[in-house]
DNA sequence: CTGTTAGCGCTTTCAA
DNA sequence: TTGAAAGCGCTAACAG
């Protein structure tokens, strides 16, 4: 490996004159500059910044702690805080938990050990002592996507309450009552916060409270198909489902086929998140739209800030708008089955 | 920050001791073994991982270099990396080039400065110098599902050749005989070596040149797009398409429909690469599957073997299968269509 | 079994 | 404008 000291030899002069031509500090007389510019590029030296960041306790890398990449909101989210963070010079360790709060704990603490200037982190559920050891070692961070209660950090998200909101009150517009809606665990914000939505709306609306029903199960193909199956056996069964996320929408669309129920006729099916473009029909699925990339830029953006000059004193929530998108999955009560 | 010396203080023993502690190396009593434990709990101490780094000149990290990890392929294969690279307890670094070869040396830079112990690279079409470079500095990397021609290093990807032959020799099969294909870049290997299997097929079927054509954009939505509206304007038409990509498929999906062609009715489309699980019809699109999980874990195996003990004199060509699956969306040529 | 010394590659501090 | 010394936090090598 060639070092500074390389350099500095091979120029004719000391570590630190090449130290101060790397980084353009200090003055230094043009003639020297040329002279370590030659010798540098002459050995291909390149900087260790792994010994600059032992002095400078800044290593511009930044941890991107996710439950599952392969999540196309995730994905983009992830590209979002890539784009950011590259803009700034850092770099970006990303992370899967698969949901699981052991791993998320042992991720956050082999961050901590890199020295990572900062975390976005997409909570799982047994969080609490990942955020109490990232504040105790006073690491910058961010949540993502999902808030954690009673905590006060900063936090980019959706607004996941009002989008589910949204997203009910338009089946209710078309005549649907009996609405199931189906969660993922119980135990993360956005899940619960969708379905606290769905709630406000099915109240608003005057329904029974037996006619609405969430079936709590996991955000995964797998638990949309079984929240959808436990759905459909209710008796009477619902006119239409509410996914609370894009694998949960997957799923329950599965079981409603495999039902042999169609869609909007027999069931409508609505779904938080939007699907990755395709091929295949035109997109059919009434969606509530989240700024997946977005959050990922304001996310690194307000870690950026905090790493910069500390940013505000009080903790941001900063809430995105969802967006509504009408397709064809969602389709008015057909009356025979309100028998 | 609390360091190794503070433990030591605390313990009352000397830092050696303590880092001895900390790594299970050399023989310690089981008194000041625990003393030291404790000392550790009691300040929350956790060893930093750049000092480490800067003795031991390894980071048990890696650096995965891809083109855009919005892409369902690369997510799949981002994902098999980081698994594997985190049972070897590695942390993965991940960088989006767009194909822009400025980026891809840029970001070779940036992983080598970072010290990074390996780079997993797709590389784009302006490679050499990058990987030059990674040579000359002796960073172990693999590259990914590309080749990179006259340059012998190790190779993870799929029989592109092959599996493009297999998905042509399919239309043939299927009576179609004015095929075209849509290419992505010319200077890309996964690409060429797509519409090299698609040439094959077509000679050894005794077909005339001037019946097929490959059109050449790039891998992406829009590219697609314009390459099928190209392949369209021929007269005569085409009965079949061929995407090399899945975005490809995407944009020439999108071209076929707005010609008003009915797909397999009018017109075939095949493509390489699946789609992501999504709601709607079934699955209709005949592809060619790539293992793109396997493909991550195998590249981050091999990489992980020249970080052990560095692995087989010769670079490794690994070649993974890939899979063809018949779907609806290529049917039979239709005759009227023939004349 | 434990400690001391030296040094990884770089930059901060102070002196020249 | 340049350099020497010290030290970031850790561990290898040697000594005791």
Same mark, same amino acid.
């Given at each position: 490996m060639i070092t500074i000291a390389d350099v500095a030899k091979r120029a004719g002069v000391s570590k630190m004159t090449v130290s101060r031509v790397i980084n353009g500090s200090g003055y230094i007389s043009q003639e020297t500059r040329a002279r370590v510019e030659q010798a540098i590029d002459e050995l291909g030296y390149i900087p260790n910044t792994l010994a600059r960041s032992l002095r400078y306790?800044?290593?511009?890398t930044l941890g991107l702690i996710l439950t599952?990449?392969?999540n196309p909101f995730f994905t983009t989210l992830a590209r979002g805080v890539e784009d950011i963070a590259s803009e700034h010079g850092f770099s970006v360790i990303f992370c899967n938990t698969d949901e699981s709060p052991e791993e998320e704990e042992r991720y956050v603490h082999v961050l901590t050990q890199k020295q990572v200037d900062g975390v976005l982190l997409v909570p799982t559920a047994g969080t609490p002592e990942s955020i109490a050891f990232l504040e105790n070692r006073s690491v910058p961070f961010v949540l993502l996507d999902r808030r954690v209660p009673d905590v006060y950090v900063d936090v980019v998200r959706c607004d996941s309450e009002q989008g589910a909101y949204d997203l009910v009150r338009h089946l209710l517009a078309l005549g649907h009552k009996r609405i199931a809606a189906l969660g993922g665990?119980? #135990? +993360?914000t956005s899940s619960t916060d969708r379905v606290a939505g769905y709630r406000r709306a099915m109240i608003e609306a005057g329904? *029974?409270?037996?006619?609405f029903r969430a079936h709590f199960t996991s955000f995964t193909i797998e638990g949309g198909y079984q929240g959808a199956q436990s759905a459909l056996r209710v008796?009477?069964?619902?006119t239409a489902l509410f996914a609370t996320n894009n694998f949960i929408a997957i799923g329950a669309f599965r079981a409603v086929r495999e039902a042999g #129920? +169609?869609?909007?006729?027999?069931l409508s099916l609505v779904s938080f998140d939007d699907m990755p473009p395709?091929?295949?029909? *035109?997109?059919?699925l009434t969606i509530v739209e989240q700024p997946a990339y977005e959050m990922g830029r304001r996310a690194t953006q307000v870690l950026m800030q905090r790493l910069d000059d500390?940013?505000?004193n009080r903790p941001q929530d900063i809430v995105l708008p969802t967006r509504l998108i009408i397709r064809s999955s969602s389709g008015p009560v057909v009356q025979s089955h309100e028998l």
């Open positions: 306790k800044r290593t511009k599952d990449i392969t665990s119980a #135990l +993360i329904l *029974e409270r037996e006619t008796d009477p069964r619902p #129920l +169609i869609i909007p006729d027999d395709a091929v295949g029909i *035109e997109p059919f500390g940013g505000p």
